[in-house]
């Protein structure tokens, strides 16, 4: 049986029925074990059997998502009968966590990655965030939400892929800091404070653009040394 993962207090689980070996004789109800670490988050009414959640827990789909309980019913003769019956508890998920970058995989702060200038657009990075809730509800969407100067990166949604959007030219600009933010909401509409280094669900990406020989030498044409063979002579222009 399912319950949904974060209720709270006196939450109904289901009662058992059972009929008496003695028709003249009244059943009790009583988890098998008690030293069962499952039955302690449980409550079951002797005479009713009917099971509920202390009040005073909260189950969290994320900590433990399945409950085995052992109920035993016994009747009042000498000796009882017994019977037990096995039932299963298991957490509905719901999405009360955000995805985060930095949980699943060990990452620097800034990412820092490289890309060759006057290259065509061209993938840079995948990103990945986490999301420990279940399917559906750790679907998670990327943005691209500061740094991107003059547009020249972009970032698939689905995917976390960034990639260029024009060839870079690192002498106007050598260095790119971004902040992509991740999120379980497929229309995110933005609010976020990059500026907040404890949110873990923004991650700050530095793109340093790499050198390439594409400026030509000048030399001072003054005096050039030409040289032939074993002779070689200095001409003044």
Not at 1 to 25: V, W
């Amino acid at each position: 049986m399912y319950i949904l993962q974060g209720q709270q207090g006196n939450i109904h689980i289901t009662t058992i029925r059972a009929e008496a070996f003695n028709t003249t004789q009244n059943v009790i109800y009583s988890f098998l074990d008690n030293n069962n670490p499952d039955s302690k988050y449980f409550i079951i009414d002797q005479r009713t059997g009917r099971i509920t959640l202390r009040k005073d827990v909260k189950l969290d789909r994320e900590t433990k998502e399945i409950y085995e309980l052992i109920v035993l019913v016994r009747d009042k003769e000498v000796p009882a009968n017994e019977q037990s019956r096995r039932i299963i508890v298991k957490l509905k998920d719901i999405n009360d966590n955000q995805p985060v970058f930095g949980v699943c995989d060990v990452i620097s702060d800034p990412v820092q990655v490289s890309v060759k200038e006057n290259l065509l657009p061209r993938t840079v990075i995948t990103l990945s965030a986490c999301d420990v809730d279940a399917p559906p509800n750790n679907k998670i969407y990327y943005y691209l939400i500061g740094g991107n100067t003059q547009s020249h990166f972009k970032i698939d949604k689905y995917t976390g892929v960034l990639s260029t959007t024009t060839a870079l030219d690192r002498e106007t600009i050598s260095k790119y800091m971004m902040y992509i933010k991740a999120s379980n909401d497929p229309n995110w509409k933005g609010g976020a404070d990059i500026t907040d280094r404890s949110d873990k669900t923004i991650v700050r990406l530095q793109v340093n653009v790499d050198d390439e020989d594409d400026n030509p030498v000048f030399f001072d044409q003054s005096s050039l040394q030409l040289t032939a063979g074993k002779a070689s002579k200095s001409v003044f222009l």
